[in-house]
Every structure is written in structure tokens, then in C-alpha cells.
């Protein structure tokens, strides 16, 4: 399956943003999505996941309460509702996809290009 990304951009602390993860292929809706971020000079890191059936979720601690991930199997597209945005939380954000759902890059086969997200204080 094949990844795309988009709706990032430049928001004020406090301000949100939602991202999308659009999907070509017919397997998406049997597959576990993901959001991980990166910013410059770090690692990759798990932001949240969601089941195929978009019945089990989990999320970094840093982001629980102010970010949901959501999917419509229907449209092949996952989302990121991201609330009450902080300076910290500037990074790429990629979506991934794999078959099983979890919180190492490595559980998942397919990556999106990113999305720059910037949250200026």
C-alpha cells in the first residue's frame, strides 16, 4: 500500500491541525496505521496507532488527551486530530502502515513522505 500525507503546516501554540493519510491499494482496511514524528537531530519517535477496525487506539504519553487518530476505512484514509498544539510537538509527522499494531517503526512495511508540522510559541 502507498502513503501520502499532507495538512501540515505553520500553527500558534494552543492552535490545531488535522493530518491526513491518504492510501492507494485495497489493503488499507485490513492493516493497523500509525503516526510517528520527527524532529531535526532526533529519532523517529511513536506518536499514536490505530487498529485496522479502527477499534483499538494507543498514544504517546506526550500527546494523549490533545491528539486523536481516526480512519475511514471507506475513503482509504487515516487522520490525526491534533489539538492544543506546543512548541515541541514541531516535527515531521509520517504515517505508516503495517499488520500488526505497535509502537516500533519497524512493525511497519509502508511510510507516507511526511508532513511538516510547526508550532511557533
Known amino acids: 500500500v502507498q502513503l501520502q500525507a499532507s495538512g501540515g503546516g505553520l500553527v500558534q501554540a494552543g492552535g490545531s491541525l488535522r493530518l491526513s493519510c491518504a492510501a492507494s491499494?485495497?489493503?488499507?482496511?485490513?492493516?493497523?496505521m500509525a503516526w510517528f514524528r520527527q524532529a531535526p537531530g532526533k529519532e523517529r519517535d511513536f506518536v499514536a496507532a490505530?487498529?485496522?477496525?479502527?477499534?483499538?487506539?494507543d498514544y504517546a504519553d506526550s500527546v494523549k488527551g490533545r491528539f486523536t487518530i481516526s480512519r475511514a476505512n471507506a475513503k482509504n484514509t487515516g487522520y490525526l486530530q491534533m489539538n492544543s498544539l506546543k512548541p515541541e510537538d514541531t516535527a515531521i509527522y509520517y504515517c505508516?502502515?503495517?499488520?500488526?499494531?505497535?509502537?516500533?517503526?519497524?512493525?511497519?512495511?509502508?511510510w507516507g513522505q511526511g508532513t511538516q508540522v510547526t508550532v511557533s510559541s
Open positions: 490505530i487498529s485496522w477496525s479502527g477499534a483499538s487506539t
Open positions: 505508516a502502515a503495517g499488520v500488526v499494531r505497535g509502537r516500533s517503526a519497524s512493525m511497519y512495511g509502508s
Open positions: 491499494g485495497r489493503t488499507f482496511s485490513s492493516l493497523s
